[in-house]
């Protein structure tokens, strides 16, 4: 079956400006992570969705990045007024559950370059 | 808080040769521990967790609860398994996973 899906696969935006990357994942799949790969900081989680309840939003860097889900299924994730420190590439992955021993799918990756 | 580390950003082996990436943690509870594997051009993939205790492309990881470890071997390298791999661990009643900085395996032919 298809597999988790992120777009645009690459984005280059200039400082300042706002940004949204979109997640498809896994259909069935109720558990929905964003993490943020980068040179300095490694591979690092940002926010996560299960099902109808409230996202853990405690990954996220700052009050310029949000994001939703809607229907239980796509994603999106919104950073405003974007800043050089924001270029990384985001990472999108479903799992069946949210329970920790499940495995996490990923996406190909969103590579976002900030100018 | 949680931690994990990966001492050896770059490990490089001969084809046959065998390898052990290194992962320690640090978590005041009973971790999932996992590590993750990146080939080139592909996607983030998982290649196995402690739990299920077994062997996938020949690799095994041991969890040691008293040394807080969680290494990665494999007797015989091959060129194929040349790659980033990452250690993560999920300390929580979910998954959101905590990675280590990742180790580039070169295996040489």
């Known amino acids: 079956g298809a597999g988790v899906s992120q777009s645009p696969s690459n984005k280059v935006t200039e400082k300042g400006k706002d940004v949204e990357l979109r997640c498809d994942p896994i259909s069935g799949h109720t558990a929905l992570y964003w993490y943020r790969q980068s040179l300095g900081q490694g591979l690092e989680f940002l926010i996560y969705?299960?099902?109808?309840?409230?996202?853990?939003k405690s990954g996220l860097p700052s009050d310029r990045f949000s994001a939703e889900r809607t229907g239980g299924s796509v994603s999106t994730l919104t950073i405003q007024r974007t800043q050089q420190e924001d270029s990384a590439v985001y990472l999108c992955a479903s799992s069946l559950s949210g329970q920790a021993s499940y495995e996490q799918y990923f996406g190909p990756g969103t590579r976002l370059t900030v100018t | 808080a949680q931690r994990v580390t990966q001492p050896e950003k770059l490990l490089s082996v001969f084809k046959g040769a065998p390898v052990e990436l290194k992962c320690n943690y640090s978590?005041?509870?009973?971790?999932?521990l996992f590590w993750y594997v990146q080939y080139s051009r592909q996607r983030l993939q998982l290649l196995l967790r402690h739990i299920s205790r077994e062997s996938i492309k020949g690799f095994t990881a041991d969890l040691n609860k008293g040394e807080t470890s969680f290494h990665l071997k494999k007797p015989f390298a091959q060129e194929e398994d040349s790659a980033m791999y990452y250690c993560?661990?999920?300390?929580?009643?979910?998954?959101?996973?905590?990675f280590g900085q990742g180790t580039i395996l070169t295996v040489h032919p």
């Open positions: 969705f299960q099902g109808n309840s409230a996202p853990d």
């Open positions: 978590y005041s509870g009973s971790p999932e």
């Open positions: 993560a661990l999920s300390g929580t009643s979910y998954g959101k996973l905590t």
